[in-house]
């Protein structure tokens, strides 16, 4: 098993983003169908699991589907042989995100997240995303005392920006950031540097580009209306589908050149990037579970890695997430 580091632990080099099993991806897993993709995935070699307060659906009968519910019922059994990460600070507000890092909510929040995990402590805990109503050094000072009080062990924020990190880094140690990063989303490359000086671990969410680079899906696919927000983004449609097939394209030669698949080529090259960057792909399909964790053993050459990477400077594409 491939291992990278976080903090002093060691994780398995892909980890798995949970988020799917309830949210975004298609209607809520039950309860105990998706703890079942959860000890599936631990049975696989994940050590790595990712959830968040705000990771919700709506089940059938109009109950709230939590993540963190399915994940604590899935990881009971092996709650001291993984590294569980969870984040706080999110809610949704319909089509958009409500934002909320105050130290009482982030203490609101990380109670309530233990106790739909069922655990006396979480691993890692991220400020999902930044609030603009609280400075980092505050956020900062909270994560601090939750470490104090062992509730968390590590902390880290989501979708960072270099000088956020660098200001709350010197209030409290950052352990890992979780910014978007894949092939088709390369905007936060600008931050590695950091990372380095800091000794920061970069955990790498989407990284397959919400699916499209596994190949799995085209223009034509329908996604279920309502529940899967894949539908409405822009590398599924029209010029941004044709501008991503480019990349498919070529990733698809070297993934049959080494017969493996263009998902496993596309985790290959971040984990080739740099040797702090951990991505998390979700699914809730063993066969794909399967795929991705062994992606960790899929080498790629400098020579291919940085040929992929030239190629790639070349392109452009229209991808969720705001950037090109």
């Not at 030669?253 to 985790?267: F, R």
Request: proline letters at 4%; hydrophobic letters at 35%.
């Amino acid at each position: 098993m491939n291992m990278r580091k976080i903090g002093t632990d060691e994780v398995s080099a892909i980890g798995l983003g949970c988020m799917g099993i309830t949210h975004a991806s298609g209607a809520p897993m039950s309860i105990e169908d998706g703890a079942k993709v959860i000890e599936t995935a631990h049975d696989l070699g994940y050590t790595l699991f990712d959830t968040a307060e705000c990771y919700t659906g709506v089940y059938p009968d109009g109950t709230t589907a939590y993540n963190e519910e399915v994940v604590g019922k899935g990881i009971k059994s092996f709650r001291n042989e993984i590294f569980l990460a969870s984040k706080c600070g999110v809610q949704h507000g319909g089509d958009h995100l409500i934002l909320d890092s105050s130290p009482e909510t982030i203490r609101k929040s990380v109670e309530g997240s233990l106790k739909r995990l069922g655990t006396d402590h979480i691993d890692l805990y991220y400020q999902h995303r930044i609030d603009p109503k609280v400075e980092p050094e505050t956020v900062a000072e909270t994560m601090a005392a939750l470490i104090k009080e062992g509730k968390i062990r590590y902390w880290g924020i989501s979708e960072t920006t270099e000088e956020y990190l660098r200001r709350a880094h010197a209030v409290c140690p950052v352990t890992a950031i979780q910014n978007r990063y894949s092939m088709m989303a390369r905007w936060y490359e600008t931050i590695f540097q950091a990372c380095e000086e800091l000794g920061v671990t970069y955990v790498a969410f989407s990284p397959l580009a919400n699916g499209f680079l596994s190949g799995a899906y085209t223009d034509k696919t329908q996604f279920e209306p309502g529940a899967d927000f894949r539908g409405n983004m822009p590398q599924y449609k029209g010029e941004g589908y044709q501008k991503g097939k480019a990349l498919l394209d070529i990733i698809e030669a070297l993934a049959a050149e080494k017969n493996v698949t263009t998902a496993q080529i596309s985790l290959a090259w971040i984990l080739s990037r740099k040797p702090y960057i951990i991505p998390i792909p979700g699914s809730r399909k063993t066969a794909r579970l399967k795929e991705n964790l062994e992606a960790a053993n899929v080498v790629l050459t400098k020579e291919e890695s940085d040929s992929i990477t030239e190629k790639l400077d070349g392109m452009e594409f229209d991808i969720f997430g705001g950037h090109k």
